[in-house]
Structure formats: C-alpha cells, structure tokens
C-alpha cells in the first residue's frame, strides 16, 4: 500500500489572478466569506479587525487626471513555499504551537483552528496580511446557522485563521474520485470558490506543476509577478498585468530602480 | 530561654541517669516515637488509595453519562438477511460520501409493518415508521466538528474492512448503552473504555493519535513540514 500511495503525484496548488479583468465587483470576496463559514460583526465599519480570507485592494498610479488609473489586487493567502520550496513559509516557521503546516503534497499552507492558541506570531510574520485573529466567538443572526457549511468547521474566539484555498473542496473531490476508482482529480473537480464566482474570470486556479492546468501556462507569462518576491516567500499565487506600473506595485521598488 | 539544643542535651541526661531500666524505656520509646509516623504513612496510603479509587473508578462513572439507544438494534440478525454485508445499509452516496446510519426511508423500504416477534421492532413501527419520524440514533463514532473523516478512502481505495475501526458491530444482537463526556459531549468510544488508555484491539479507541499512528505506518508520507508525518489538512478541516 505504501507504494500506491506514493503513485499520487505531487501537486503545487496555486492561483493566478488577472489584475487587467479585474472590476474590483467583490463577489471573490463574498462567495468566499460565504463559502468558508467566515465569522463578521454586527457593525462592519471598523475594518482593522474585519476578518477577509480575500480581500481585495485598491492600487492608484497616484497620477493627476489625464493619466489617473486605478487596479484592484485581490490578495488570498499566498501559500507561501518558502525559499527552495521546503515549505518553510513565514508563518510556518513562527508557529510554535504546530497549528499552521505545510504539506509539500499540496504545497497548501493549513491552520488547525483547534490546535492553534492565539499567540499571532504568525500574523506578525506574514507580509501579506493575510491572516486574521477572532477577537470575538462568531455571532451568526437568528437562523443563519442552518446556512453555515459543514464542511468547513466554524472558529472560536482566540485564534487565527486564514484562506485554505478551499481544502475541502479538494477533500470532497478526492472522496468522489476515489469511490469512482479514480486516484487523480481533474482540474474543474477542485476549484475555489473565488474563482467559480469571478463574474470577470480573473482568477484561475489549478496544479502549477500540472501542463494540462491553465495556471500552468499563464504564470509564465512575461507579465506575471508575485507579491514582495525579494522577500523570496516563493508565494503561488501569480498576478499578471500589462500595465507596468502595478508589476513595480507588487514590490517595494525604489523610485529609479529599474525591476 | 531554652533553645531546641538544651531540650535535647537535658533529655539525653535523663535518659543517662537512669541506666538500668534504659534498656527496655529505650525500646518503649522507639515504639512511641514511631507511633505517629506510622499513622502518617497509614493516612498516607488511605489517601492515597482512595484518590486512585476517586480517580479511575468513581470519576469515569461520574464523567459519562448512559443513553439508551431509541429502538435496541439487532445487528446480527439484519447481516444474516442482507447480501451485501455492512454496506447493504450503511451506503456510500454517489458522490463517495458515506450516508453513515441509514434514514428512516432505507429501514421502511421492508418494516413497513411489524414482521417479527421482537417488542423492539414493535417500537420502531409504531413509534417512527408509522409516525414518519427520523430515529434519533446516538452515533458511537461521532468525530469533532474540525474532523474530515473520508470513508471513501479507507474503504473503496485503500480496502479497510469495516471492523478494522468500528468493532464487531455486526456480530452484536443488541447496542450498548451511549456513553456520553458530560464535559465534551463525545461519546466514550472516542476515548476508549479503558481510561489508562489501554489499546487491545484497533478498534479500542478513535482519537487523533490513533488515526496518526496507522497512517504513518501504513502510508509512509512524510508531506508536513512541522511534524514530518502525514499532513494535518489530512484528516482536518
């Protein structure tokens, strides 16, 4: 059975985001919330402590009228690999309770909300700010519950949490291929649920290590970047964008440095 | 004022003076002086059986509560008319997720009246069939809310058999008593019966560790960076 096991081949889940279809509409960041069971306040307003697994941000080339030109960046969790892809991402490496791991089957960072104990070190670790505390147990309003999905599990007051790239939607695909007597998913059998709800198409998601996934093909573009790749995070999530001056945003350029 | 040094130096010169009966005091004082001691070890070792008796025979009973099952199911009797074994109930879904205890529709499909002697059967036409109302079953095996637990795999894909986990369930003719954490709200199976957590069989206890332990012995994957074993996102969700 060992040797079965180890036939899977080793995946790279990753995502790469569009910036040039991007609208900036927001259904990423709602289908996710709903997807994920993600826990909000009665009043919203206050956003530092809004708790979005996506969140899209709002770039300007700072330039006076003729020129002005807006790009709106949705940001998941990178799923950072860690130089030399050995999954030492920074939050990985921080956590010293063994709540956040990195599986090098799925190049998928995870957060164990039962064994994670509210230290946020990896918060402080992560450039991205991609990771966010629950100040407070999830108040859902009256009858609401029965809307929640099982299939991920809610978070409690104290701890961290974070973008999984819907994990279980892998789980539940794998589960339907297995009781086909399949052992491996095609591509449209795991995607997530931003990218199903881009209206725009933006966001495509798949196995960066697959040819036969999209991704594959489009993180090669000339116009791809990543976000703070000096910081050599290794992320999988991929941008592309033809306008020069949101690639030199991706980083923290100084103002004459060529990229 | 007199110090503890003058108390004892004046009592040692007592006991010097009076030589002739010091031989036999000497052993009377021995056995007083032990005297108290003796009880402290004696208090010591009540206690110290009574907590272990508190601890491992009266807590665990005051820590689980006792259900009944609804209707007193006779497993072995329903394997012995179904042809396809345990899965003739518990049925997977097309989607390869596991339907677990059957609904009432399943049951109904042949008790839609009383076929038998058995008074348990009785209630469950009566009570449920008739009345159209779901059994409430108390599932033994009910994991944690952060678990995903996938029959498909350990069944279709990497051929389990049900026992392995579950028990000679099959072989039973009625359920045991639904043991429930008063604290936790899980039920006992998942911690075990034995509360040294002694495992005899593999089916003894369903925690975390144990499910750890079978997958890296039969898978072998190393995929988590922290622990080297199998990843967490495995089994969690």
Redesign the interface.
């Known amino acids: 059975?060992?040797e079965e096991?180890?036939k899977e081949k080793v995946k790279k889940f990753g995502m790469v985001i569009d910036l040039d279809k991007c609208t900036g509409c927001g259904a990423c960041m709602v289908a996710c919330m709903a997807e994920n069971n993600v826990p909000f306040k009665e009043d919203e307003s206050k956003k530092l402590d809004s708790i979005t697994w996506l969140r899209i941000y709002k770039l300007t080339n700072g330039k006076p009228f003729p020129d002005a030109d807006i790009c709106y960046l949705p940001r998941p969790c990178q799923h950072c690999g860690g130089k030399g892809e050995?999954?030492?991402s920074p939050c990985?490496s921080v956590?010293p309770a063994?709540a956040?791991?990195?599986?090098?089957?799925?190049g998928?960072v995870?957060q164990?909300?039962?064994?994670c104990f509210g230290c946020r070190y990896c918060m402080a670790a992560c450039p991205y700010h991609a990771r966010y505390f629950n100040w407070w147990d999830p108040v859902w309003p009256d009858g609401m519950e029965k809307y929640l999905s099982p299939?991920?599990?809610?978070r409690m007051r104290g701890i961290v949490e974070k973008c999984?790239f819907c994990?279980?939607r892998y789980?539940?695909a794998?589960?339907?291929?297995?009781?086909?007597?399949r052992?491996e998913i095609e591509e449209n059998e795991y995607q997530t649920a931003c990218t199903q709800a881009c209206p725009a198409g933006a966001i495509a998601f798949g196995d960066l290590n697959n040819p036969k996934h999209a991704v594959y093909e489009l993180k090669k573009s000339s116009n791809a970047f990543r976000l703070l790749e000096r910081l050599q995070t290794n992320p999988k999530v991929y941008y592309i964008s033809g306008r020069e001056w949101v690639r030199r945003a991706g980083d923290n350029y100084l103002k004459d440095e060529k990229k | 004022m007199s110090t503890p040094d003058d108390k004892t130096k004046g009592v040692s010169a007592d006991t010097g003076g009076e030589d002739a009966i010091a031989s036999f005091k000497g052993v009377d004082e021995k056995e007083q002086g032990e005297g108290p001691g003796g009880f402290v070890i004696l208090f010591f070792i009540i206690g110290f059986v009574a907590s272990l008796i508190i601890g491992w025979v009266v807590f665990p009973k005051l820590l689980y509560s006792q259900k009944r099952q609804p209707v007193d199911f006779n497993h072995a009797l329903h394997v012995e008319t179904v042809d396809n074994g345990c899965e003739s109930c518990h049925i997977f879904r097309e989607d390869g997720s596991y339907a677990g205890v059957p609904k009432l529709a399943q049951c109904a499909d042949c008790h839609q009246e009383v076929q038998g002697e058995s008074p348990e059967e009785k209630i469950f036409v009566e009570e449920y069939v008739a009345k159209e109302k779901e059994v409430p079953w108390l599932v033994y095996s009910k994991q944690p809310d952060c678990v995903f637990f996938s029959h498909s795999v350990h069944v279709k894909l990497a051929g389990m058999d049900c026992v392995t986990c579950h028990g000679p369930i099959g072989e039973s003719t009625s359920l045991k008593p639904y043991e429930e954490n008063r604290l936790t709200g899980y039920s006992r199976d998942i911690w075990g019966k034995s509360m040294a957590g002694i495992k005899k069989n593999s089916w003894d206890r369903m925690k975390m560790d144990d499910c750890a332990e079978c997958h890296e012995k039969e898978t072998g994957r190393k995929s988590s960076v922290q622990t080297d074993k199998d990843a967490c996102f495995v089994c969690h969700k």
């Open positions: 059975m060992k096991q180890s050995h999954g030492h990985v956590c063994t956040t791991d990195y599986s090098k089957e799925t998928i995870s164990i909300y039962t064994r299939n991920v599990s809610v999984s994990f279980h789980q539940l794998k589960d339907k291929a297995y009781f086909e007597g052992r």
